[in-house]
């Protein structure tokens, strides 16, 4: 167990929402280059931060 488990709990919220747009930025840029593939995947990428989102905020209450 953590020391100071709410500082973790919000650094993975944290890091969630980052991942989550680096994802579209980089599904954005991909689609601007004809990178389907790899525009698709980070779309994938993208929503499944949706329930870590939220299941790291839960945890966070």
Same mark, same amino acid.
């Given at each position: 167990?953590?020391?100071?488990?709410?500082?973790?709990?919000?650094?993975?919220?944290?890091?969630?929402?980052?991942?989550?747009? %680096? &994802?579209?930025?980089?599904? =954005?840029? +991909?689609?601007?280059?004809?990178? $389907?593939?790899? %525009? &698709?995947?980070?779309?994938? =990428?993208? +929503?499944?931060?949706?329930?870590? $989102?939220?299941?790291?905020?839960?945890?966070?209450?």
């Amino acid at each position: 167990m953590p020391q100071k488990p709410k500082r973790t709990i919000l650094m993975m919220t944290l890091l969630c929402i980052v991942i989550g747009l %680096a &994802a579209i930025a980089v599904g =954005v840029v +991909a689609v601007a280059k004809e990178e $389907y593939i790899i %525009a &698709a995947a980070m779309l994938l =990428v993208a +929503a499944w931060q949706i329930p870590n $989102y939220k299941q790291w905020k839960k945890s966070f209450k």
